[in-house]
Every structure is written in C-alpha cells, then in structure tokens.
T-cell receptor, first 113, second 112 residues
Framework: SAVISQKPSRDICQRGTSLTIQCQVD?????MFWYRQQPGQSLTLIAT?????????ESGFVIDKFPISRPNLTFSTLTVSNMSPEDSSIYLC??????????FGPGTRLTVL | RKEVEQDPGPFNVPEGATVAFNCTYS??????FFWYRQDCRKEPKLLMS???SGNEDGRFTAQLNRASQYISLLIRDSKLSDSATYLC?????????????FGQGTILTVHP
C-alpha cells in the first residue's frame, strides 16, 4: 500500500488562527480524502480532494472553513481556518488505491485553545 | 437511522475467546465494505475488505449479509494484541470514488 505522511503530526493553536495540514503520498493516486475524528468519535468525511478541480465537500463542511488544495497526484493540503476550540480534532488524509480501499495517513492532532 | 451502525460494545473478553461484531448499513445500494482496526492515538488500519462470498484471514472472518444489510467480523482465539477499536466502513454510493461512511466503532479489550 501507499506510504502516506502528514505534517504537522500535532499542533496547539490559538483561537482565530489558521493551520494548514499537508498530506504527501509516495505514489500517484487518483483520490485523496480528508477526514475529521473528534475526541471519542468515529471518522467523518470532510471532503474529497480532486486533482485539477475544486474539492467536493460533504454536508456540514464548507470551503471557506476548510479550503483544500490538490496541486498534483501525490500531495494535498487542508487548511482549518479561523479556528475555535470545537475544531480540536484529529485530521486524517486518506488515499483510495484500488477497489475503493482506503489507506490513512498518521493524522494531525489539533488542539485549539 | 444512522447510515452505518455498530454494536455498542465495549467487549471485554479473555484470551482465547471468540468474539463477533456486527455492523448494519442503511443504503441498500452500498457495494464496498471494510473493517478497520484503530489503536489508541493511531490512524485506522485496514483489517479486511468484506466480499459477498465472505473472506477469512487467519483468525479473522468477515461476512456480508445483503438481505439483512449487515456485515460481521469474527475473531477466533483472541490475543491481547487484538485489543483495539474496530470500525466498519461502507461505501454508500458504490462508485469508484470511494467515499466511506464509518460506524462509531466497537472497543474490544482482551484480558489475560
């Protein structure tokens, strides 16, 4: 399976600031996804990062709050904008290699004060 | 009704026990089904894909029941190292675009 890395692995941020999370894959993949896992909860899909076009957002998530870039087939970024304590979560990117099988990056643990 | 629901758990079993988890899904058009394992403070790792014919990987067996819209995971001869949260995931659309909806997870603790 693809090797996926995320930066930063964790961060503590002040309310009102923004954080950009990077996701790097060691091979070209068609589909990349961003998920959020709030404390004690399961994973919720934020958006699908499409190469060469705008991301597709799930209900409850908007581009102004979570802008996503996908400049090529191995890289994507997710920005969490104007953060509040409710944004404290683990943010995970995943890639879809084949047969809808997804593999996850190690996650970014975000704490907003 | 949630799109994907799992047994509430937690499951607390002794080493060597057999334990089974179920996961129901609401979208009958779902085509792809998976079990993931998530250790504390780690990312989910794919445990098994679930095929219509069922599949087995060592001590783990996954089954799909389309008529009743659920998937199951059976773990035989439980090991201490099996302690984790088990997440089921469903592709509700059945396309190659792989959007997954996850259940809330079932916590398994295997004790000596």
């Amino acid at each position: 399976s693809a090797v996926i890395s995320q930066k930063p692995s964790r961060d503590i941020c002040q309310r009102g600031t923004s954080l950009t999370i990077q996701c790097q894959v060691d091979s070209q993949v068609t589909m990349m996804f961003w998920y959020r896992q709030q404390p004690g909860q399961s994973l919720t899909l934020i958006a699908t990062a499409n190469q060469g076009s705008e991301a597709t957002y799930e209900s409850g998530f908007v581009i102004d709050k979570f802008p996503i870039s996908r400049p090529n087939l191995t890289f994507s970024t997710l920005t969490v904008s104007n953060m509040s304590p409710e944004d404290s979560s683990i943010y995970l990117c995943s890639v879809d290699e084949y047969s809808d099988t997804q593999y996850f990056g190690p996650g970014t643990r975000l704490t907003v004060l | 009704r949630k799109e994907v629901e799992q047994d509430p758990g937690p499951f607390n079993v002794p080493e060597g026990a057999t334990v089974a988890f179920n996961c129901t899904y609401s979208n009958s058009a779902s085509q792809s089904f998976f079990w993931y394992r998530q250790d504390c403070r780690k990312e989910p790792k794919l445990l098994m894909s679930v095929y219509s014919s069922g599949n087995e990987d060592g001590r783990f067996t996954a089954q799909l029941n389309r008529a009743s819209q659920y998937i199951s995971l059976l773990i035989r001869d439980s090991k201490l190292s099996d302690s984790a949260t088990y997440l089921c995931a469903v592709n509700p659309v059945g396309t190659s675009y792989g959007k997954l909806t996850f259940g809330q997870g079932t916590i398994l603790t295997v004790h000596p």
